[in-house]
């Protein structure tokens, strides 16, 4: 009997891995998508274009913690080093290159609102529906993690490596390839003479 | 944690994107909307990596490689056209209009 209760006690865990972790994530959620769709707003309506490229800077770093709760930390690194890192700095040295106003401009916007606002109501209302419609409330399973995720290490980010190198490995070098071709085009199309 | 609420989320984010390229007319500020675009659809291929296996997140590795050459071409070009017209404002290129 005892030892019955024993062996449950010891399979039971093995068999459902406790993932309690909800409520702290939901409420990281909620606050951050508060935040993040604010500063997305604040992005393409801000008459500053300065402040425009910082507003960017809390989207993308909600983005990065938005992976994080979904637990994929290789890509959450990526986009805090490739967009905080280098996109942002980009976007600053193409604001300063084209000299634009720095300051507070009125001549940021055209006058196109009105089939803005339309355009972005009609679409969210459909990609709402259709969402809400095909998915409705299903739970987030973390399914595709099991088994290559084991306790204390970094199971995961050697699964994604294992993708690259292995099933992926043609278009990422093919990546590296076009990463080349941007580099020499941009330094063709920027050059002086 | 619901599918949804990164799924909502992230059209929110696309929805709001797309508003920021039919308004917006200097050309660094469409390209800032296009991120807010193109990180909407990151979000997605995460969520959904976490449902149908870790192809996901390789694609989405390769979506933000892409995205940083995207910006370095486009802004080459805005560089250009600034060089040319003196501005960088979309509405004024209007040439190819008959």
Redesign the interface.
Known sequence: MNSAALIIAEVVPLVTPETTF?VP??VV?AVQ?VV??FA??R??TTKN?VH??LW?VV??GG?GL??I????E??AV??FL??LG??IV??L???M????PLGVSD????N??K???G???A??AV??YA??ES???????????EG?AGPNTNG?TQ??SD??FG??LI??EM?SL??LA??I???V??R?D | ?????????S??????????V????????V???I??VL?AV??NL??F???????G??F???T??????????G??????I??NQRS??I?ELDEMKG
């Open positions: 909800d994530a939901n959620f998508a993040m769709i997305a707003i992005v393409v274009i425009a490229a960017l989207v993308l983005v938005n992976y709760l979904l637990q994929a290789f890509v990526t986009q490739v967009y280098a996109v980009l976007f040295f193409g604001v290159l084209t000299r634009a001549d940021l916007d055209n196109q609102k089939i803005g606002i355009v972005g109501v679409l969210l990609l709402s969402l809400i998915f409705g409330r299903s739970e987030l399973t973390f399914a595709a993690y290559v995961r699964a994604v993708a690259i099933q992926y278009p990422f990546l076009l990463l941007a580099l085009g941009a330094i199309l920027a002086r | 944690m619901l599918l949804n609420q990164f799924l909502l989320l059209a929110i984010l696309f929805t709001i994107g797309v508003y920021g039919i308004v917006r007319k200097n050309g660094v500020l390209l800032m909307s991120e807010l990180n990151n979000i995460i969520v990596s976490t449902y149908w296996g870790i192809a997140q390789v989405a590795l390769f933000i490689a892409i995205a940083a050459a995207e910006v370095g071409v802004l080459a070009i805005v560089l250009l600034y060089r960088v404002d509405d």
